[in-house]
């Protein structure tokens, strides 16, 4: 079964930092990209970052670049998000999820991250 | 900025909806790399379409996908009291920012 585990979320003040991992299984993340999505409390989806599966191509939301890193290990069949310089606006479930084509087919259940002071 | 959605659609069971997904050419308009979601509250997202009309195994023929110049659009046909939950699209785009969402369509099955 396909599984996709994140970990890593809770309650950081503004400018702190947290790593978000996610660890895969049932299946390699070898070949596959991967992406990060958030939702913030009550709101829509919205797409933070992706990493291509040989990690050599990384993109962002404008909000988030220079901020958050997008990484991976396919030894470890995980990938990893490093949040940095957070805020309030940051706060939301943050979910994992593996490309297929043009969409997202397998995604996790997410971790919760809140930004306060 | 967001792929534009209907707020809140509505049917009664047995009757068919479409959920429209408005963006530009340099991403809906653009290429055929739109898919869309459901997601029932408290729920992960769950793929329904991909590549603007092909659907994940697994998932009822009633869902079909389609797009013309910059809107795609999802249809539900023979609606279900299961089929109430959130729907989104999404796009590859051109942009900086690579792939985005629509702002998701509440849908009521009355």
């Known amino acids: 079964e396909v599984q996709l585990v994140e970990s890593g979320g809770g309650l950081v003040q503004p400018g702190g930092s947290l790593r978000l991992s996610c660890a895969a299984s049932g ?21 933070v970052a992706n990493i291509k599966s040989d990690g050599s191509e990384r993109y962002y939301v404008d909000s988030v670049k220079g901020r958050f890193t997008i990484s991976r290990d396919n030894g470890k069949n995980s990938v990893y998000l490093q949040m940095n ?17 043009s969409g997202f087919d397998y995604w996790g259940q997410g971790t919760l991250v809140t930004v306060s002071s | 900025s967001a792929l534009t959605q209907p707020a809140s659609v509505s049917g009664s069971p047995g009757q068919s909806i479409t959920i429209s997904c408005t963006g530009t050419s340099s991403d809906v308009g653009g290429y055929d790399l739109v898919s869309w979601y459901q997601q029932i509250p408290g729920k992960a997202p769950k793929l329904m379409i991909y ?20 809107t795609a659009s999802l249809t539900i046909s023979g609606l279900q009291a299961e089929d109430d939950a959130d729907y989104y699209c999404s796009s590859y785009t051109i942009t900086n920012t690579h792939v985005i969402f629509g702002g998701g369509t509440k849908l009521t099955v009355l």
């Open chain 1, 27 to 47: 299946f390699s993340i070898t070949g596959y990209w991967m992406s990060w999505v958030r939702q913030a409390p009550g709101k829509g989806l919205e797409w």
């Open chain 2, 51 to 70: 590549d603007v009309v092909n659907r994940p195994s697994g998932i009822s023929n009633r869902f079909s996908g389609s797009k013309s110049g910059n």
């Open chain 1, 85 to 101: 310089s957070l805020r309030v606006e940051d706060t939301a479930m943050f979910h994992c999820a593996k490309h297929m084509a």
